[in-house]
Every structure is written in structure tokens, then in C-alpha cells.
T-cell receptor, first 113, second 115 residues
């Protein structure tokens, strides 16, 4: 069965600093990978997704993620963090034979001015 | 605004009671998913419906049930509530599913507090 691990529960960065959130997945075939963001009191919003092709995926709000099959990773990056990026970030994996997504436990991002 | 509407936004009830959470998917979306978000379990997939039929089942308790109606809205029924059922319940919808290029659109959730 597929699974997702987000090893960092909480990350704190200064505004303007670069950001990398880690995500490792477990799935036998080519996974479908997603990053969602949840702001306080809000639902989840899709940042980006990977299905096939170019392993570097661009998303909304200046985020990007890179799929590395050899490392079973799909890390999320942003070159310069803004205070409005403070939120909880979820990595998720889907499988080709099902529409359900399996989510990681999330990483809470705090941004200091 | 994702286009997915969930009601009620907040609900407080007592142990042993029964509640119904409602979800209206995005216009035209045939699939509805229910997820439970709690502090200790994270985001857990409960169940998926597609055009009125159950398609996939996750970690849904027997005390919980769901259905999708002909107008495509869905309801999640939670009965014999326990303190541990306190959580944020999300509904999501999709038009083409996750495979091979779709995404889930989430509502803002219904926060259930069981006292």
C-alpha cells in the first residue's frame, strides 16, 4: 500500500529565506504526487502535482517540487518565502487504480519577519 | 473559493448523539470524497462516491455512513458519537478523479466537537 512521510513536523524560516519541505513516498509503480497547502481555518488548496514527464514541477505562489524516483522523494521548494506562506503543507500520493489520495502528516511552516 | 460547499461549518454535540454533515460538490463533479482530520491521525480518507455509487472505502468506522444523492450532493452520517470523533471533516470533489491528471478540490470543512 502506498504511504507518505513528511519528516519535519514544524519548520521556521525568516521571510526572504529559501524553503525546502521534505516528502518521501512508498509506492511500487510510478506515483501521482501532490502538494497541498492549508491556511488556518481553510480547506486544502492544490499547490502542484506530478503525474509524468518533467520531474521538476512548477506550481502556484512560486512553489516548485522535484520528483526523484531514486530517492522516492518529492520535495517542495521556494526560493524566497513570504510571510503569507505560513500554513500547513501536505504531501499526498495517489495510485493509478484508485482515486483516493494518501496524505502525509503535514509540515507546519512558520515565517518570521 | 474551491466551489465545494460544506455545512455546517461548526457543530457541537454530546456523546451518543448522531449528526449529519452535508457536502455540495463543484458544479459538474461526479466524485465526492470524505476525509477526517484530527490532531493524532492527520488526514484520513474515509470514503469516495462516484455518481451515486460507493467507489472506495478507507478507514471509516461502522458507526459512520455516507451516501451521494441524485443531485450529487453527499451526506456523511456519524452516529453513537464518541469524544474521539471530534475532528475536522473535509469533503472534496473531482471531475475526472486523481488518475491520470485530475485533482481534488476541498471544501472548508465541518468542525465537529463532541462533548
Amino acid at each position: 500500500a502506498q504511504s507518505v512521510t513528511q519528516p519535519d513536523i514544524h519548520i521556521t524560516v525568516s521571510e526572504g529565506a529559501s524553503l525546502e519541505l521534505r516528502c518521501n513516498y512508498s509506492y511500487g509503480a510510478t506515483p501521482y504526487l501532490f502538494w497541498y497547502v492549508q491556511s488556518p481555518g481553510q480547506g486544502l488548496q492544490l499547490l502542484l502535482k506530478y503525474f509524468s514527464g518533467d520531474t521538476l514541477v512548477q506550481g502556484i505562489k512560486g512553489f516548485e517540487a522535484e520528483f526523484k524516483r531514486s530517492q522516492s522523494s518529492f520535495n517542495l521548494r521556494k526560493p524566497s518565502v513570504h510571510w503569507s506562506d505560513a500554513a500547513e503543507y501536505f504531501c499526498a500520493v495517489g495510485a493509478g487504480n484508485t482515486d483516493k489520495l494518501i496524505f502525509g502528516t503535514g509540515t507546519r511552516l512558520q515565517v518570521f519577519p | 473559493d474551491s466551489g465545494v460547499t460544506q455545512t455546517p461549518k461548526h457543530l457541537i454535540t454530546a456523546t451518543g448523539q448522531r449528526v449529519t454533515l452535508r457536502c455540495s460538490p463543484r458544479s459538474g463533479d461526479l466524485s465526492v470524497y470524505w476525509y477526517q482530520q484530527s490532531l493524532d491521525q492527520g488526514l484520513q480518507f474515509l470514503i469516495q462516491y462516484y455518481n451515486g455509487e460507493e467507489r472506495a472505502k478507507g478507514n471509516i468506522l461502522e458507526r459512520f455512513s455516507a451516501q451521494q444523492f441524485p443531485d450529487l450532493h453527499s451526506e456523511l452520517n456519524l452516529s453513537s458519537l464518541e469524544l474521539g470523533d471530534s475532528a475536522l471533516y473535509f469533503c472534496a470533489s473531482s471531475g475526472q478523479g486523481v488518475y491520470p491528471g485530475g485533482e481534488l478540490f476541498f471544501g472548508e470543512g465541518s468542525r465537529l466537537t463532541v462533548l
